[in-house]
């Protein structure tokens, strides 16, 4: 099994520009969501969903935008890129909620100059 | 609202010796809790989780944790650290359908 794949693991980019995160699970999970991770603050949710075609914002989501048009895949997408959003992130899934472990992927490390 | 706190942002011990982490949460019912531990340049991986029943549970790696509802705690505990677990350490709370991380307890293992 390849659990949870997230592409690219590096990425530059310049104030403005797009770019969108890619997350993909085989293990027909339908919980899946994206994570940042900023030193000193852990890892604060930003959007997640909890089947194909359903999605709902976390603590952080101003900046970015998600859609679940299959259950494999929840690509995060960033339309205008901020120094702000220079992170860490992560994409997580479970096959339920709350009573079942996060399975996350190896992160994308975001630099946004 | 829900949030967790671990109060110990970095921990230092000599392997071989045991170790607590604290975690408490705020939440108004009974949460769903969770240890993760992060290795440097990787994603989170589950060492155990609670949700009812005996208040002492196992995880992976030989460590456990214990869920205290007086005190709001879930505190993990390792009896005899190796050098192998040193790693950044997660509690996390479970609702809804939402997870909330604490800030994370980064531990370094002495030889």
């Known amino acids: 099994n390849a659990g949870v794949t997230q592409t690219p693991k590096f990425q530059v980019l310049k104030t403005g520009q797009s770019m969108t995160l890619q997350c993909a699970q085989d293990m027909n999970h339908e919980y899946m969501s994206w994570y940042r991770q900023d030193p000193g603050m852990g890892l604060r949710l930003i959007h997640y969903s909890v089947g194909a075609g359903i999605t709902d914002q976390g603590e952080v989501p101003n900046g970015y935008n998600v859609s679940r048009s299959t259950t494999e895949d929840f690509p995060l997408r960033l339309l205008s890129a901020a120094p702000s959003q220079t992170s860490v992130y992560f994409c997580a899934s479970s096959r339920q909620v709350f009573n079942e472990k996060l399975f996350f992927g190896s992160g994308t490390q975001l630099s946004v100059l | 609202a829900q949030s967790v706190t671990q109060p110990d942002i970095h921990i230092t011990v000599s392997e071989g010796a045991s170790l607590e982490l604290r975690c408490n949460y705020s939440?108004?019912?009974?949460?769903?809790l969770f240890w993760y531990v992060q290795s440097p340049g990787q994603g989170l991986q589950l060492l155990l989780k609670y949700f009812s029943g005996d208040t002492l549970v196992q995880g992976i790696k030989g460590f456990e944790a214990e869920f205290k509802r007086s005190q709001s705690s879930f505190n993990l505990r390792k009896p005899s650290v190796h050098w192998s677990d040193a790693a950044e350490y997660f509690c996390?709370?479970?609702?809804?359908?939402?997870?909330?991380f604490g800030t994370g307890t980064s531990l370094t293992v002495i030889p």
């Open positions: 996390a709370v479970g609702t809804g359908n939402q997870f909330y």
């Open positions: 939440y108004g019912a009974t949460p769903y």
